[in-house]
């Protein structure tokens, strides 16, 4: 079974400066899609970025970038010039690409880790 | 296009209760999946459904039931509630089963008493 772990229960940075949050998996499976979620105070889920394993190339949103070491297995996220706004709890997340499996369709979250923006 | 809606976002329900919580996914979605979110255990899949199918199934005990209609809106019901059931429910939809994006609605939040 996959597993996902954020070690790092809370995070704080100042507005406009740049933060990472940390995720490392655990999986046997060589093709594969990982995820960061933003949930707010609103608890909506918002997707923030997606790598797919088979790409080497780190995925980029803007000021939300990746740091995907697929041997490491670490899937690390940047947030540069950091906004109020981006104050939520981040949900790290991995989903097979089998198709063939039982966990096709499925999300295994990370414990996720408190953001707080600091004017 | 509209997002994904749940009903009702708010339920009280006793020890002993049952529950149903309704999920419409986003137009065109066939797929639905389920999380219970807690501050204990995090978000945990509890299942998807795909064309009136279920594709996927968590750990969590046979309380914990679902379906899906032919228009793609699913519900979940909970049977003999326990406390430990107080949580967040979460529905997710997507396009296809496993490879696209899942998009989240907002949830409902049940207190169990």
């Not at chain 2, 009280?12 to 066939?30: A, D, E, F, N, Y």
């Not at chain 2, 299942?47 to 793609?72: A, C, I, L």
Request: proline share 4%; hydrophobic share 30%.
């Amino acid at each position: 079974a996959q597993t996902v772990t954020q070690s790092q229960p809370e995070m704080s940075v100042q507005e406009a400066e740049t933060v990472t949050l940390s995720c490392t998996y655990d999986t046997s499976e060589s093709d594969y899609y990982l995820f960061w979620y933003k949930q707010p105070p609103s608890r909506q889920m918002i997707l923030v970025i997606r790598q797919e394993a088979y790409k080497q190339q780190n995925a980029t949103e803007n000021r939300f970038s990746v740091n995907f070491q697929k041997a490491a297995k670490s899937f690390s996220l940047k947030i540069s010039d950091s906004q109020l706004g981006d104050a939520a709890m981040y949900f790290c997340a991995y989903r097979t690409a089998n198709a063939g499996g039982t966990s096709y369709g499925k999300l295994t979250f990370g414990q996720g880790t408190i953001l707080t923006v600091h004017p | 296009k509209a997002g994904v809606t749940q009903t009702p976002r708010y339920l009280i329900k006793t020890r002993g209760q049952q529950v149903t919580l309704s999920c419409s996914p986003i137009s065109g979605h066939r797929s639905v999946s389920w999380y219970q979110q807690t501050p204990g255990q995090g978000l945990q899949f509890l299942f998807e459904y795909f064309s009136e199918t279920q594709r996927n199934k968590g750990n969590f005990p046979g309380r914990f039931s679902g379906r899906q209609f032919s228009n793609s809106r699913s519900e979940m019901n909970v049977s003999t509630l326990e406390l430990g059931d107080s949580a967040l429910y979460l529905c997710a939809s997507s396009k296809e089963t496993g490879n696209n994006e899942q998009f989240f609605g907002p949830g409902t939040r049940l207190t169990v008493l």
